[in-house]
């Protein structure tokens, strides 16, 4: 095994920061990271803009191996972001989503949902929804119509990744989407530390 240390830098949706930084202060990943909001996620011109924006400017500086840190679904149903990722030359992670990141990635999201009923719920994730309804409340779209968008959802899964699931919970609760919360599950950092660990060794596969 290569003693050569690696420079990884991992441009990543902000809905992993407080996962990705935990990981990074624990000494479990070694990488700078470079985030760029979650809240554009409403918008795929929006993240299409600002990633692009980030990535030019970090590979512009930035002499190790640059990482996304996005799912495949992240800018839309046609593999656009993989395509984004082979445009500047880089590895994406192997994830759909960032709720794949946090259960495993390589399409385990699909797995754990079968019957499209459950909304998978990390910390990240709360923060967005409850900025997403705020921004659809004042384009005139009333609390019954925002409630519709969860139509044919059962309820919530938290997945608690960094070990504070009270919080979460309080913060769904006041957020107001209103869904139940069926369960919690304790998934801790190791399926995304593997899912991250995965894309940062392809990268120094690539030559």
């Known amino acids: 095994m290569s003693m050569v240390k690696k420079s990884v830098c991992l441009v990543s949706c902000s809905v992993l920061k407080e996962e990705l930084q935990k990981l990074v202060k624990q000494g479990r ?5 470079v985030f760029v909001s979650k809240y554009f996620h409403i918008d795929y011109e929006a993240v299409n803009k600002n990633l692009r924006n980030v990535l030019e400017q970090t ?4 002499k190790g191996k640059v990482v996304l ?3 495949d679904l992240c ?12 445009e500047y ?8 989503n960032c709720i794949d990141c946090q259960l495993g990635g390589k ?8 019957e499209h009923n459950l909304m998978f719920m990390g910390p990240g994730m709360i923060g967005f929804f409850k900025h997403a ?7 005139g779209v009333d609390e019954a119509a925002f409630a519709g968008l969860f139509s044919g959802i059962k309820g919530f899964v938290l997945l608690d990744t ?3 699931s009270e919080k979460m919970k309080e913060d769904l609760e006041a957020s107001g989407i209103g869904l139940p919360i069926l369960e919690i599950r304790k998934v801790g950092l190791k399926n995304i530390k593997r899912v991250v660990m995965d894309a940062i060794e392809r990268a120094y596969v690539i030559k």
């Open 29 to 33: 990943i070694d990488a700078k990271l």
């Open 59 to 62: 590979l512009k500086t930035f």
């Open 69 to 71: 840190v996005y799912g």
């Open 75 to 86: 800018l839309g149903q046609e593999n656009e972001m993989k395509k984004l990722a082979d």
């Open 89 to 96: 030359g880089i590895v994406k992670v192997d994830a759909v």
């Open 107 to 114: 399409g385990v999201f699909f797995e754990a949902d079968p």
């Open 133 to 139: 309804k705020e921004a659809i409340l004042k384009e």
């Open 162 to 164: 960094c070990g504070n």
